[in-house]
């Protein structure tokens, strides 16, 4: 089985920092693209950042120069460095991540529980 496990959300002021955590665990060939998504109450799942297995990355426009992406492929671990939070960035932050299993022809999707970050003052 393959897990996603999130880590790092808190209640932060706006202006404030978050560093999300996210690994992957059990048994596969390989990880291959990863990502963060967001979803507010009552709003849809939104993509976040991605990034590839040769860091190429890709954001959301609204946090472009914010937020920045990274991944450890030794550790099968992806983060999320957000800075200068906003209120309206209040959401569950969802780890994503194609996997690949040993003798499946393709990645498959997998995603973590989740974890809260709150902006508030």
């Known amino acids: 089985q393959v897990q996603l496990v999130e880590s790092g959300g808190d209640l932060v002021q706006p202006g404030g920092s978050l560093r999300l955590s996210c690994v992957v665990s059990?048994?596969?060939?390989?990880?291959?693209?990863m990502g963060w998504y967001h979803q507010a109450p009552g709003k849809e799942r939104e993509l976040v950042a991605t990034?590839?297995?040769?860091?190429?990355?890709n954001y959301a426009d609204s946090v472009k120069g914010r937020f920045t992406i990274s991944r450890d492929n030794a550790k099968n671990m992806v983060y999320l460095q957000m800075n200068s939070l906003k209120p309206e960035e209040t959401a569950v932050y969802y780890c994503?991540?194609?996997?690949?299993?040993?003798?499946?022809?393709?990645?498959?999707?997998?995603w973590g529980q989740g974890t809260q970050v709150t902006v508030s003052s």
């Open positions: 059990g048994s596969f060939f390989r990880v291959d693209d």
């Open positions: 994503n991540a194609g996997v690949k299993l040993y003798g499946a022809g393709r990645a498959r999707s997998y």
């Open positions: 990034i590839t297995t040769s860091d190429s990355t």
